[in-house]
């Protein structure tokens, strides 16, 4: 089936009791038992929800995996993932990556003895040289926020070699534009918040599996933590998939309209946005993905400056996350990445002066009149 299809129908059925077309919402927590041997399949809401299994299903095969894992958030998810590595085992992660992401590793799981290093993976050849061993290879490609690009194949490559595992968080491009598992990556995460979603009503996360072994060992890890994603956010999810071949064109087609704006607005003084011919990796990113995503990040040379322009949004609205149908503008230094520290964001490049946008699907020149509006303060 053709892409937009399974957005549709994979891992759907009509309702076996009405023939409803829409997977229905079971806000159950328990099942009546016909026996103590005898069950229909179903015992507890935690283990088993019908809506999450159609969600599951669906991501699997959006993703091209043989089984999604769904989590109540996308954090949730890569705890989860984590979990596949052993204390005194040695993880290699995209230095540039969300701060969640970064807290999470380096507060959360560092201190059971394993060990994180964050490096620069924009270059699979240069990083082959000095790789050494490790367990995992955990990258964004494109990075939150710099937009650095990593090559998912030669990544791959690597960490096979290594007897390791590839994943990566494809949160940013969704599985319209880029599949990471036909590039050979192992896992993939996504904050199903995000594109999945789609409308900014709902927080999870899912880990789509190339292995049944990993699926496997992941529904044993959502079972016994608990961390599932609930009943009404796998429902609104999948409202959410329905339209994902529909807006992710239009979400790509204004992100274009504004990155040109802004690259020819004087007080930007940098735009980073793989859509660009002169963007470090947009070759190879081209040939992973079908398309460059919403997300821009831009810089405009001070705090002052990014304080002057945000309160002067109109349309776009100030706030963290991305994904929506909606533009949200971000201060990531504020925001998304404050965990870092200010010598961490300054080695990445994440200034006081950086903002990134998650382009909606309005008008385009509705959105380049509001930034302009907000522009002229600065």
Request: hydrophobic fraction near 40%.
């Amino acid at each position: 089936m053709g892409f937009a299809t399974d957005c549709i129908h994979a891992g759907q059925r009509p309702d076996p009791t009405t023939g409803a077309v829409i997977t229905p919402l079971y806000l159950t927590s328990t099942y009546v038992q016909e026996g103590l041997d005898k069950h229909k399949g179903f015992e507890y809401g935690r283990t088993q929800n019908p809506t999450r299994f159609a969600l599951e299903a669906n991501l699997a095969a959006l993703e091209g995996g043989v089984d999604g894992i769904c989590f109540a958030s996308g954090l949730a998810a890569s705890n989860a993932v984590m979990s596949l590595v052993k204390p005194g085992q040695r993880v290699v992660v995209s230095d540039n990556v969300y701060g969640g992401t970064h807290r999470l590793f380096t507060k959360l799981i560092a201190p059971y003895g394993v060990t994180f290093d964050f490096l620069d993976l924009s270059d699979a050849a240069a990083f082959d040289k000095t790789a050494g061993d490790f367990a995992l290879l955990w990258l964004e490609t494109p990075t939150n926020p710099m937009m650095k690009i990593c090559d998912i194949k030669g990544l791959a490559a690597i960490a096979h070699r290594k007897g390791a595992r590839l994943v990566v968080d494809n949160t940013f491009m969704s599985p319209f534009f880029q599949r990471p598992l036909s590039l050979g990556a192992d896992l993939v995460v996504h904050s199903t918040t995000k594109f999945l979603n789609g409308h900014s009503d709902s927080i999870g996360g899912v880990a789509v599996c190339k292995s049944a072994d990993d699926a496997k060992w992941l529904k044993y890890v959502q079972n016994a933590q608990g961390a599932i994603l609930s009943p009404l956010d796998s429902f609104l999810v999948l409202r959410g998939t329905k339209t994902l071949a529909v807006r992710m064109p239009r979400h790509e087609e204004n992100s274009g309209v504004v990155a040109a704006f802004l690259r020819g607005e004087k007080k930007v003084q940098k735009v980073f946005w793989p859509g660009f011919e002169d963007h470090p990796g947009h070759a190879i990113h081209k040939s992973q993905a079908s398309g460059f995503g919403a997300l821009i990040s831009f810089e405009l040379g001070s705090l002052a400056a990014a304080q002057r322009f945000a309160p002067k949004l109109s349309l776009c609205s100030l706030g963290e996350s991305l994904g929506g149908v909606e533009t949200l503008v971000c201060h990531p230094a504020k925001m998304t990445h404050a965990g870092y520290t200010q010598p961490e964001r300054d080695a990445l490049g994440i200034t006081d002066g950086l903002v990134r946008i998650s382009v909606g699907i309005e008008d385009a020149n509705d959105i380049v009149k509001d930034l302009a509006a907000a522009l002229a303060a600065v």
